[in-house]
């Protein structure tokens, strides 16, 4: 009796080392100090985070992701003479993976905000105003034109936080506030007639305006230009030195304007 | 603008749906197999006569069963590192569809073995047999078509649940879908394919079930 239930521990021993041999799991190793840029060259790779849904940014097109940040990332990557490898991440957890050493940077329409300072670092690479996407027929030009209206987001943007904001101290009629995961999931609540007007980046913005003229209209300015930046956790200094190194070059050598010129047939912030 | 027609944006989509049904088949395959060896050291373990035995197949049923595999997902994916163990996105989905899995697959089993008539046991000791021994050549083989229906039933389940992988990042069939869906606006047409997708994959298990079952069956 004694030997059976000896036997069934080390069975259930058995079991949960199997479970970890079956998914070939590895603890990664932590990167020691700040040998940041070293490890990154080592590797020959720099990983990027990004949330595909926010075109012409960086969106999946054809089974490959594709955007501005994605263009200007890999031209970052032949800066530092690394390939550049692209993940891409849900919005609401693509902080916590970068804190927990899943990719290097995230590149993706961020805007630099105090409270992301707290967590994280930021290397500058754009400015950008929101905007107001309103659908068929409505104009929303500014906020005292929110009331009475749906308004749809992007769960935990800068543009979520402002319209929260809004509702709260000037315009306290405003419908309803309704926030989404993913970008395009916002666009398709007001292209089903369950919202009205969305606030976005202006360049997400055009991109839908262009793309279903028939649904949406950029109707007014929602936010002054707001600094977008490359985040970088706190601890990689040399790797933040190197980017802002590349992004600094990139501006000066007309790159830049080359890649902004081909997604918004301008610079981009101007 | 040129508007695609339904073949014409299906033809254009479903290679990517495809790439996506790979992972979903991908994560069904090794969850199945990682649940299955774990539920049966749970089931065995839950009828074990050492009492601490018991209670930790017990509490780890109670755990997995009561709360929700998207939760589990998570916290092995984003919590674990806190706890400085990071796992890539396909490994944290495998272990928690598995760990998930191997709690109802242990009552499967466990109430097969239990409804094998006891006098098979005692037959087995009396001859000689060890518990072990008795477990594995006659009542284990005697589970093998009771099981049968209630295992495909879970397999159907978790070859769904699947599709909460997508939230790690892994672009499995129902991601991918999202993926085109974003891009297109065409909700019902690109949706359609994928409920297509993983009826194909359901369907293709229930056969294989169906016939084995058969021949169980005729052998007796």
Known sequence: MKKSSRLLLVFLLAASVLLTACSGAKPTAPAAGDGSLDRVKQAGKLLVAVDTTYPPMEYVENGKIVGFDVDLANEIGKKLGVQVQFESVDWDGILSGLMAKRYDVIMSSMNITEERLKQVDFVEYAKMSQVFVSKKGLDVKSEKDLSGKVIVVQADTTSHEWAEEVKKDKVKDIKEIRSFKGATDAFLEVKNGRGDVIVIDEPVGLYYAKKDAATFTITGRAMDPEAVGIAIRKEDAALKAAIEKAVKDLQADGTYKKVSEAWFGKELGK | ?220
């Open chain 2, 1 to 220: 603008m040129h508007v695609e027609s339904f073949w014409e944006y299906s033809t254009r989509i479903l290679p990517y749906l495809l790439d996506g049904i790979k992972w979903t088949l991908a994560l069904t395959a090794a969850s199945g197999v990682c649940g299955t060896l774990l539920g049966l050291l749970l089931a065995l373990a839950r009828i074990a006569r050492n009492n601490l035995v018991r209670s930790i197949a017990t509490g780890y049923v109670v755990l997995f069963r009561g709360t929700p595999l998207l939760l589990q997902i998570l916290v092995i994916y984003n919590g674990l590192p806190e706890l400085g163990l990071t796992l890539p996105k396909f490994p944290s989905a495998v272990i928690a569809l598995s760990m998930n899995a191997g709690a109802y697959i242990a009552e499967i089993i466990r109430a097969a073995i239990q409804s094998i008539d006891k006098g098979q046991m005692e037959a087995a000791r009396s001859l000689g047999m060890g518990y072990g021994q008795a477990m594995r050549r006659i009542i284990l083989p005697q589970t093998f078509r009771r099981l049968l229906p209630p295992m495909v039933n879970e397999m159907a389940a978790m070859t769904k649940d699947t599709s909460l992988a997508m939230v790690v990042g892994i672009t499995e069939l129902m991601k991918a879908s999202q993926h085109q869906q974003a891009s297109s606006f065409r909700v019902f047409e690109t949706y359609a394919w994928t409920a297509l997708g993983y009826l194909i994959v359901t369907l293709t298990l229930n056969t294989i079930a169906t016939r084995y079952e058969r021949k169980l069956e005729a052998r007796g």
